[in-house]
């Protein structure tokens, strides 16, 4: 522990003497999230640490969350009560198998059956009511009448899983200045296999890839009001970046979770994924048959696992220990922060406009917010607002406030460990980005003009760009 907390303040004075020198560095963007960030090693565990500062008992509470996050649940009716309760229909059996090591998940290699990457579903309105339950909040999509929201690709012994995701890429090649080029794989998704009958016509898909758990009690803290003020809905200053803040529910609670930020809090998204994933209720999602539908007549059927006394599959005190766990994944420290080609690199994010939309910092609120992450100085590089992100991106599935062209900007701390946490560098909401440089070039729409300049650079300031970015 000594060793730990003297190795974080040379850093922060190193760094406080590097930003005197340079006039560039921000001093505490060595720490990315705050006294919170881990000062443990780079490797492949770098994304499994708690916030740092944590009392003894906590860290216990996170020993036991982790346990919940990596178990393996069983279906239903099974030996060990405390375990079952999976499916009907499912796409994974813990949290653990899509946000590998607490990291982003993978792409399906071809042939291979998709675990961490899975397909939304939603049908537009037909009729006026139907709008309007859209329109009031009440509903954030129409689920597709069969097969629900999601598809899951995987059941229970004796039932079928829905069907099978197919994704196909077709190779094209962008060139850059300075005789430079890279090689992009376009994304085609289709569904084989269909258990429960055809799809509705007019179905809409949206792929998701597993996103990295990291810093995400952080991202819940920053003040509504905050992210609300960088909001620019109609580009009243005219940089052509825009951004819409995301609105849930009938209340219009502020959307911040997910690839089109449609969950307010982490306990939110959460219930979520233990019942559209996993296939568990919560008593906030109390659905025991996850996303069966009255069309899947035996799914509806099937046996579930509810505890006695609170009547769902995961009981109260589990659910808040998993919660616990996902908000205080802490974010790693950056030893590089200060090395001059991290920060000429820094000047270049900033100049092209990328910081638009992944603002560097942000302050965390004190008020009703854990210890450990209240008032801190966090570097997330996000203003967690909807951006249109052009027709290459575009999904075409309105979830929500938001269209079927608009992301939430992505975090971008920690992302230069994505290698070494998940063993491959995929990046973007479908995992189709093979490098942080592909990531870049799939930008459109308000960050077209970003976009534009890096393909206009010279090799060498592209170099010092992704330098940045690794050093993340
Ligand atoms: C089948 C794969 C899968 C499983 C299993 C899974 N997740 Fe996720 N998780 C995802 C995907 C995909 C997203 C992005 C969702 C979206 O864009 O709507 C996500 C997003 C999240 C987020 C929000 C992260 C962010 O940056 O916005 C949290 C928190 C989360 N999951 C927690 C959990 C917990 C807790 C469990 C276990 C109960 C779990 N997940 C199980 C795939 C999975
Ligand atoms: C208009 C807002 C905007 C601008 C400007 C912008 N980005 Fe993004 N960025 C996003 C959004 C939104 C996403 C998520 C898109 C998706 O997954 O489809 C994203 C995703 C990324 C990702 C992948 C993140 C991940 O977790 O997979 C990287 C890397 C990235 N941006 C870097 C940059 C860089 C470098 C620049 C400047 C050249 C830049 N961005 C400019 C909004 C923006």
């Known amino acids: 522990m000594i060793r730990c907390a003297t190795l974080s303040l040379l850093l922060v004075l190193a760094a406080g003497s590097a930003g005197a020198v340079d006039g560039v560095m921000v001093a505490g963007e060595q720490a990315p999230g705050g006294n919170a960030t881990s000062w443990q090693p780079r490797d ?13 008992e906590r860290r216990m509470d996170f020993r036991l969350g982790d346990a919940i996050f990596r178990k393996l649940w069983a279906s239903s009716p099974s030996s060990t009560t405390a375990s079952d309760g999976l499916g009907p229909l499912y796409n994974a059996r813990s949290c653990q198998s899509c946000h590998i090591r607490d990291g982003r998940g993978r792409v399906p290699a071809p042939g291979e059956t998709a675990v961490s990457l899975f397909l939304r579903l939603s049908v537009p309105p037909k009729t006026a009511a139907e709008q309007a339950q859209l329109d009031s909040g009440a509903r954030p999509v129409l689920p597709e009448p069969t097969y629900g929201t ?10 079928a899983g829905e069907g099978r995701m197919t994704v196909t890429y077709v190779e094209e090649t962008v060139a850059l200045a300075g005789g430079e080029s890279v090689t992009l794989r376009r994304p085609t998704y289709g569904i084989t296999d269909l258990t429960y009958g055809p799809l509705a016509v007019d179905v809409m898909i949206s792929p998701r890839l597993a996103p990295a758990m990291i810093g995400l009690g952080l991202l819940e803290a920053i003040p509504e009001s905050d992210i609300v003020a960088r909001a620019d809905p109609d580009d009243a200053d005219g940089d052509g970046v825009s951004g819409r803040a995301q609105r849930l529910g009938p209340e219009g609670r502020l959307g911040r979770f997910g690839w089109k930020a449609g969950q307010a809090d982490v306990a939110g998204q959460s219930a979520d994924a233990f019942a ?30 509810d505890d006695p006394v609170e009547g769902v599959e995961v009981p109260r005190v589990l659910f808040d220990y998993t919660v616990f766990y996902a908000r205080h994944l802490a974010v790693p420290g950056r030893p590089r922060a200060a090395e001059p080609d991290v920060l000429a690199g ?16 942000q302050v965390t609120a004190t008020d009703g917010v854990d210890p450990e992450l209240a008032g801190q100085r966090i570097f997330p590089y996000t203003d967690l607002l909807l951006h249109d992100m052009g027709p290459d991106l575009a999904d075409g599935r309105p979830e929500a406030g938001a269209d079927g062209g608009e992301w939430r900007t992505a975090p971008l701390w920690g992302i230069g460990l994505t290698g070494e946490v998940t063993g491959r560098t995929e990046f973007l909401h479908d995992g189709r980005a093979r490098g942080l440089l592909e990531a870049i070039l799939w930008h459109g ?5 970003a ?12 170099r010092l760009l992704i330098e940045f970015l690794s050093s993340l």
């Open 44 to 56: 492949r565990r770098a994304f499994l640490h708690p916030s740092a500062g944590m009392s003894l």
């Open 276 to 305: 559209g994933d996993i296939g568990l209720s919560t008593l906030l999602v109390p659905r025991s048959r996850g996303d069966c539908t009255p069309a899947q007549a035996e799914c509806m059927a099937a046996p579930t696992g």
């Open 451 to 462: 976009r534009a300049r890096v393909v206009e650079m010279s090799p060498q300031e592209r």
């Open 445 to 449: 729409g308000e960050a077209a003009a």
């Open 346 to 361: 820094r000047d270049l994010f900033v100049a092209t406009g990328c910081a638009a939309c992944h603002v560097p910092e």
């Open 150 to 159: 999601q598809l899951q690709n995987a059941a229970v012994h004796g039932l």
